[in-house]
């Protein structure tokens, strides 16, 4: 067995950490310290190949969390993480601790398929003694019945109130078989007047060049597992909204919905390869 450094998080009980899993890979790629050398070694691998990764991965937190700030302001307290991974580096429930008053509060749901992922969320909430306002439902978000009629759903979120609900990065992980319109329509159905759909993409957009080259290589590895990826261009996202109005700016690139800084070179190179938007439900 590898040795893990003394800063290494603990394992949840039952949680093979000698195999490379995407939970924690994407904590990796955020700066995250839910991971282990087997995380890192296979995230570097990918960074080598596309080296826009990272700083493509951060976009889209930084995304989530201008969302969450926004939902919070409009008075929205409640939020459903679809495909939330482990829930560090910045994650939903940290970002309303940061914005919320003690007497303020607000519930959050994080869904994740990935055993791996609620082990390890499971343990976070529990040392950060969250669990009373923050849960975690192993359910494929593919199954939005399973996700909506779901006991722990229903003992955190009350669906006659507007709901935030994000889906980060996760629908292309989506594929035409699936039906993601029709899948999507499942959970805008659900929610209240008030509530908020937010989404982000992976895209090729606008992008070019050796950086092009390395997200289809992504793209392509992907492909090979049992999580195949599927690009999106702006014009494909546009449905999922389903006619809701959509918050200013629109449907942008991720650091311009609402941007609070400015962009590094990496970071401007990484911009075209990822759609995002946020609509209200009249």
Known sequence: ??????????????????????????????????????????????????????????????????????????????????????????????????????DDRATVLYVDYEPVAVAHATLILEEEAATDWAGILQADMRDPKSVLHSPTTREFIDFGKPVCLLMMAVLHFVGPDDDPEGLVKVYRDALAPGSWLSISQMSEGDGDG?????????????????????????????????GWPLLEPGIVHLPDWRPERELNAVEAEARPFAWCGVAEKP
């Open 1 to 102: 067995m590898s040795e893990q450094p003394a800063s290494a998080p603990k394992a949840p009980e039952g949680v093979d950490t000698e195999k490379p899993s995407a939970a924690r890979i994407y904590d990796w790629y955020l700066g995250g310290t839910q991971n282990w050398a087997v995380d890192r070694e296979f995230g570097r691998r990918v960074e080598q190949q596309w080296p826009l990764v990272r700083p493509g991965a951060k976009q889209n937190r930084e995304f989530m969390n201008r969302t969450v700030r926004a939902a919070l302001k409009a008075g929205i307290r409640q939020f459903i993480d679809l495909g939330s991974g482990v829930p560090t580096a910045g994650n939903v429930h940290e970002v309303i601790e940061a914005e919320l008053d003690d």
């Open 210 to 242: 050796p950086a092009l080259e390395g997200l289809r290589w992504f793209v392509e590895q992907y492909r090979k597992t049992s999580n195949p990826v599927w690009m999106r261009d702006r014009d494909d996202i546009v449905p999922f909204f389903g």
